[in-house]
């Protein structure tokens, strides 16, 4: 099947090319080799951060490049690095309060509500949501709100308050994960009993069979429903 | 948003739900599964392979794509490169930036040992982050390591090396507590209870997941803990040969930046392969569901140094590749879709296998489907099978997919497809490098000293056939003790003089062996321009 052409402008060089490839393939289509702002290509890294208008528009939109279609008149730049403020802390000892926010993002508590993060979410999530349960110490809020996030830095990069959004949103997870989510009592009773050497003969067992032995135990293995 | 050609089938798909939610096929016998793998799986085309006539494991059969980047040119002469002014000095190098890099770099640095990472994109940019389904455990009360290990040894053709497959699953319910420790969020019911599913082949519900974005979510929390504990990570810079010293043990690697092309020098005691797999060598045309950088570089790294290979010849074909749209042609479909009781269905909407067979199994059962049966649907520039992902929400009620699959629900909605309400177009897809490396259960490889390996670049841990949720496992557990023994041994260990001389050695078994050509390796990157070479 016959493509369309469309015409696009990388960094302000037109360039055309098919219009069912995505941004990034357009790029390779054009000649980059690519190097930077590109990562996983599927949409979970947030290497490929991007920006385009479309000619003629007055919106300035952002994208994934790997998820986002070519469209006619697109002019495009790509944002393959974005300084986020990223700060050092020991997990282990950090307060699980709002006092965590204060001491190392106190940024966002500037934030003038603006919206602009939430408006170039490359992955349509709620942002100033986010860090609004940060301000407030609902890490487990926060944490269930931004989780989808790739880290891509685009939101940070629209923010007037200079709040890197992503770290933020990191730390509350790590928060809630550590220390607010319930822990897992199986999960501490079987890691004792490993460490107690109770399914040791087990495994030695397993590890002297036969392999006619074993294919028989695979073979008839209970599975559960 | 389906085409007009398409609706017929998908109509057909439509009709026969209900019956085939309620519908429970059996699973094919070890007989029946063995055919199909002999016949339709890719591993198994014997004019898509070659024999490697140099290094450790020569006279055996690789794919030919493989086989020519093991027989390939330094990207360096030996003799341009200084020695003796390293630009980096470290206990313990580590190659690469994934998951298994990125354990490695937090255990060897809670060791107290120096440690450094590089990595020739980001820190992160790896099939880690991509892992959408689980990571499995053996840590609910019906289960146990050694159902485990019989799930995974018989997944992998029960060709495991029976000791790393132990270690793996009896450090399980360790790694995932030390996940966890890290703040890593898994999916828990109110009481603190892990949400856990089946993959293919297991015999227990224990897949842990974190929605679909598991690997995401362990692989940013990793990264987290390694800038926090401020490891130096040199990012952008690729390792293109390793050193050895006088001894002949790794003692570090030359460098390459990746924009300047500057070459460096890291002097190490101990060196890490981490470098991942290699989806991006696309092996026999398929697509992939790998990072942009899996281009088996560890492996031509350690074939080099005269590191062996175990299982290089077998590769994992994800089942469920996206076949439609074409914008994500190949793009993983997580089997968790499988797990919460979508089924493949074929073009006249009947349920053609179990849908939790092995990877291996379904992804040659599907072949089968499309090719020798024609019971394949047609896109516009492939064949697939439906998934029928509305079963879901019938199964598990509204709103599971949203919840439960997110990555998923996102990844088709930006082309217009609704995985709630129609099914989804899949055929198999380059995802996963079975074989590796040789290495014994303290990671080190069992030929060269001081030289481990961490990750995917590691053969023999799960056979030939990986069952879901066991490589989010590995990198874990094989990436800490890495870090941990990488660590420990660098305290005794001095460094000699250091040398290239296996280089120059290599290339004279090239041109010994008659090869002629013109490639150089390791690859480090795929090439999809347009462009032709000047």
């Not at chain 2, 290990?149 to 793996?168: C, P, Q, Y």
């Amino acid at each position: 099947m016959e493509n369309n052409m469309v015409n696009i402008y990388l960094f302000g060089k037109k360039y055309e090319v098919p219009e069912n490839l995505t941004i990034m393939s357009a790029m390779e289509y054009a000649g980059y080799q690519l190097v930077r702002g590109c990562g996983c290509r599927n949409g979970f890294c947030g290497a490929c951060a991007t920006i385009y208008r479309i000619m003629g528009k007055r919106e300035l939109k952002t994208c994934l490049a790997c998820q986002t279609k070519v469209e006619d008149n697109m002019y495009i730049a790509t944002l393959p690095f974005f300084p986020l403020v990223k700060q050092a802390y020991d997990i282990e000892k950090i307060p699980t309060t709002e006092a965590v926010m204060m001491q190392l993002y106190p940024e966002i508590y500037a934030c003038i509500g603006c919206n602009a993060c939430t408006k170039s979410c490359t992955q349509g999530l709620n942002v100033m949501q986010y860090i609004a349960y940060a301000q407030r110490g609902e890490f487990d809020k926060c944490a269930e709100e931004s989780f989808d996030c790739v880290m891509c830095g685009v939101c940070s990069a629209r923010c007037p308050a200079g709040i890197s959004h992503p770290q933020v949103a990191m730390l509350a997870r790590r928060i809630n994960g550590k220390y607010l989510a319930p822990g897992s009592e199986h999960l501490n009773k079987r890691v004792k009993e490993i460490e107690n050497g109770d399914f040791k003969e087990l495994i030695e067992a397993l590890m002297e069979k036969p392999i006619e032995e074993l294919k028989e135990l695979y073979n008839t293995r209970e599975i559960e429903k | 948003m389906y085409s007009e050609k398409l609706q017929a089938s998908l109509r057909l798909v439509e009709e026969a739900r209900e019956q085939n939610i309620i519908f429970e096929p059996d699973r094919m016998s070890a007989k029946q599964k063995e055919e199909l793998l002999l016949t339709y799986h890719p591993d198994y085309k014997a004019d898509e392979f070659d024999t490697l006539k140099i290094g450790p494991n020569k006279g055996e059969r690789v794919p030919k794509e493989l086989c020519a980047i093991l027989q390939a040119h330094s990207r360096i002469n030996a003799n341009s490169v200084d020695l003796t002014k390293p630009d980096y000095d470290t206990d313990v190098l580590i190659i690469g930036g994934g998951g298994a890099g990125s354990a490695a770099a937090i255990e060897a640095n809670e060791a107290g040992a120096k440690v450094m990472i590089v990595t020739k994109l980001r820190i992160g940019d790896s099939n880690t982050i991509m892992a959408e389904g689980g990571i499995q455990a053996a840590d609910k009360e019906n289960d146990s390591p050694a159902i485990h290990f019989i799930d995974a040894f018989g997944g992998g053709h029960f060709a495991a090396k029976r000791e790393l497959l132990s270690k793996l699953v009896c450090d399980a319910p360790e790694a995932i507590k030390w996940l966890s420790n890290l703040g890593v969020e898994f999916d828990k019911e109110k009481d603190g209870t892990m949400i856990t599913t089946h993959g293919g082949g297991t015999s227990r519900k224990r897949m842990h997941a974190a929605k679909d974005y598991s690997g995401a979510e362990i692989m940013r929390t990793l990264r987290d803990e390694v800038f926090n504990r401020q490891i130096p990570v040199i990012d952008f810079t690729s390792a293109i040969e390793l050193i050895l010293d006088e001894e002949g043990k790794a003692a570090g690697a030359v460098l390459m930046n990746m924009e300047t092309k500057e070459l460096l020098v890291a002097r190490a005691k101990t060196v890490i392969i981490a470098t991942g797999g290699a989806g991006r060598m696309h092996y026999q045309g398929f697509p992939t569901s790998n990072h942009y950088g899996a281009t088996a570089d560890g492996l031509v790294l350690g074939y080099r140094v005269g590191a062996r290979l175990l299982y290089a010849e077998t590769l994992q074909y994800h089942p469920t590749g996206v076949a439609y749209p074409e914008q994500i042609f190949g793009a993983l479909v997580t089997e968790k879709v499988r797990s919460l009781g979508a089924k493949l269905i074929n073009k006249n909407g009947e349920v053609f296998m179990h849908p939790l067979e092995t990877r291996d199994v379904a992804a040659a059962s599907i072949i089968r489907e499309c090719n020798e049966r024609g019971n394949g649907v047609e896109t516009d520039s492939s064949l697939g099978v439906w998934l029928d992902t509305p079963m879901i929400e019938k199964i598990g009620g509204e709103g599971t997919i949203e919840k439960r699959i997110p990555a998923m629900m996102r990844m088709f909605g930006k082309y217009g497809i609704d995985i709630r309400k129609e099914p989804i177009l899949v055929y198999p897809t380059l995802h996963y490098q079975n074989g590796g490396l040789d290495i014994t259960p303290d990671g080190m490889t069992t030929n060269v000293k001081n030289l481990f390996v961490a990750g995917e670049a590691v053969g023999g841990i799960h056979g030939k056939n990986r069952l879901m949720g066991n490589s989010l496992l590995d990198i874990i557990v094989f990436g800490r003790s890495a870090g941990i023994n990488a660590a420990e041994i660098a305290k005794n260990t001095t460094v000699g003089r250091l040398t290239l001389e296996h280089v120059d050695r290599f290339e004279k078994e090239i041109s010994e062996a008659g090869i002629k050509t013109e490639l150089r390796s390791p690859k480090l990157l795929p090439n999809y321009t347009n462009k032709k070479d000047i």
